[in-house]
């Protein structure tokens, strides 16, 4: 299974942007897909979350700002984000975990690749 992230780049301060995630492969299920950042020197922090059932999670640095969504059929997840600020600015990383066809009882974990997204004047 692979997880496909685009849709990053530069952005100005109060700008928006718009990550897509697309997980393809030999899929049986997807439970919880979502978005973490890393900034320069900082630890990976989660950003945002969903489940499959639409229920969400946010940092409360984005709270307000970012909106995580997904389309189940597509094993699509997005993340939009608006009023950036030059503290958003990392790399961010898809995430998802479920179940593929090669063993069905296991559970896996999913990283994207990572896209960049910067926030600056």
């Known amino acids: 299974v692979q997880l496909q992230a685009s849709g990053g780049g530069l952005v100005q301060p109060g700008g928006s942007l718009r990550l897509s995630c697309i997980a393809s492969?030999?899929?049986?299920?997807?439970?919880?897909m979502g978005w973490y950042r890393q900034a320069p020197g900082k630890q990976r922090e989660l950003v945002a979350s969903?489940?499959?059932?639409?229920?969400?999670n946010y940092a409360d640095s984005v709270k307000g700002r970012f909106t995580i969504s997904r389309d189940n059929a597509k094993n699509t997840v997005y993340l939009q984000m608006n009023s950036l600020k030059s503290e958003d600015t990392a790399v961010y990383y898809c995430n998802a975990d479920g179940r593929d066809v090669t063993n069905v009882l296991i559970p896996r974990n999913w990283w994207g690749q990572g896209t960049l997204v910067t926030v600056s004047s």
């Open positions: 969903i489940s499959s059932d639409g229920s969400t």
């Open positions: 492969g030999r899929i049986f299920s997807v439970n919880v």
